[in-house]
């Protein structure tokens, strides 16, 4: 970790930039759609720019992206306060992360996709069983994240709440949660993204609304553009609440350091 | 594109630590005399030893156990929704010496072994190509850490069309998501060999297999292996993904099968029968894991 913050100091400040690089590759990565868009399964993207916003203006892809969206934000909710809590649970107290730890590992490389039959025929088709599929799925890496940050609290601050006699609660939100921080964030944002993504897969196999049922509607019409316009809308989707979460994660450790 | 590539490498490195953290942690501050009474909570004491961890796991998978068997015993679930566990258990016997599941396990275990050994040796390569040529690494580094942002499992409709319904677009889709912690590892891995220690090996004229096994490899192994995992983890989540969404054999299909033709019993004998083997693999790669870098430290 200290040679990768050393090697990034080294390179000149423009280019290690993170809005220059992203720039750069977002520029490649069209370049290299528009070149590849001669063949006839690929849109051009203009034309899947353009179907996006024929999409927005006759209405007929909002109310999906808000049920999918409305999808992954109360299923990250949900992982949201029980990976934290567990999360502090096991990372915080020894025995507890001992027995549980190996659970958690092992379930967390249990392809998720396959719980989505199960929620369905327990909650029914419909937004409670995404939800809980979102769930399912953003709720290790928020988990993990927080269990490994709990464990590496500096023992020094640990002593200095012992010192000044903090209670249970003070220990937890003046201690525990700042260092935990910045590990959470990086956990939530993988957690987002695997959020979004699963709740479009979820959709893609069975559910009521949702831009994973456009997608699959858009494929079996062959209206391809469409289709690629569904897929750059969750793309950005993920891509946005990333950076948000980058610019958050970024302000934290400002304040923290 | 910092940020993405921060999201690969945090879970790698937050991957690392899990394992070691657990070892090495050395309870300094553990001092018997006036403590506050929550402070044993915190502390990092071996309360428990590995065969009493066994035990509570185990306790505790026979009270889920239970609790499922009560629920499902008073009706709070109905059968059509939530079958008696000992009657899944027994479905799930019976699969695994049924032809149908062996032959499917089968399957999958052809296709994760074709995605997993191109997305590591592909990745290997591209790692150590990088690495040797330090300007190209720069440039592409954070390119392929974005690859990772792409959903391309959303893609698989149009790889049904050009691949046509198989082992294909699946090992594909496999090896696409497989290959970059693998590349992307072996990279940042291979960086961390410190230039002077390969001129000692120079100086004292070294073979190039000897300078690989002493000096690259206690270097680069940790990270080499720790990507090889997440690589494995990441070929079999792809392909049970794949598997279930589209293909007409493997064991993600027959999930998908007994879903649609309201097989409730077998649905959840064959989502166990998967998480079941996601334990099992987890496990053996911990084992391998934990080998390696003994073998290297």
Redesign the interface.
Known sequence: MRAEIARQQALPVWLASPAIGSLFILLAGVGVWQAASTHRLIASPRGAVEELYNGFADDSLLTHLTWSLQATMQGLGYAIVIGIALGLLFGLIRPLRRVFSELVYGFASVPKLVIYPILLVSLKIGMRSEIAFVAVAAVFPILINTMVGAQEVQPALIKVGRVFKASFWQMIFKVFLPSVTPALIAGLRLGYSLGVLHAVLAEMFVARKGLGTQLIHAYSVQDISRMYAIILLAFLLAVVGNILLWFVERKLRGCLA | ????R??G???V???D??VG??AA?AP??ARPAA??P??G????????SGLA?KF??LA?LAGVYGLLEWITWAEI?KP???PRPHDVLQTFGESIRSEYVTDNLRVTFRRLGYSFGIAASLGLLTGVVLWRLPLLG?ALE??MA?LY???W???Y??LL??LGIGDKPIILLAVVLGFVPVALNTF?GF??IRPIMLKVGRATGSSPLHTFYKIMMPSAAPYVVAGLKLGF?YT??SV??TE??VSADGL?YI??F??EFFQ?RE??A??LF??VL??I???LLDRVERALRGRYQ
């Not at chain 2, 594109?1 to 993405?4: G, I, P, V, W």
């Not at chain 2, 909570?41 to 428990?48: A, E, G, K, Q």
């Open positions: 594109m910092r940020l993405f921060r999201v490498q945090s879970e490195l937050q991957a630590a899990g953290a657990g942690s300094s501050f403590r506050p929550l402070a909570w915190f502390s990092n004491s071996p309360l428990l961890v509570v796991q505790f679930l059509t929704v939530m720069k954070p390119l974005s942002a792409v959903p499992i959303f893609f409709p149009l069309i050009l940042v960086r961390e983890i079999f989540l049970i993904a279930f969404l993600g999930v998908r007994a879903y409730v649905m959840y064959y989502v998967i998480i996601a334990f693999l987890t496990w």
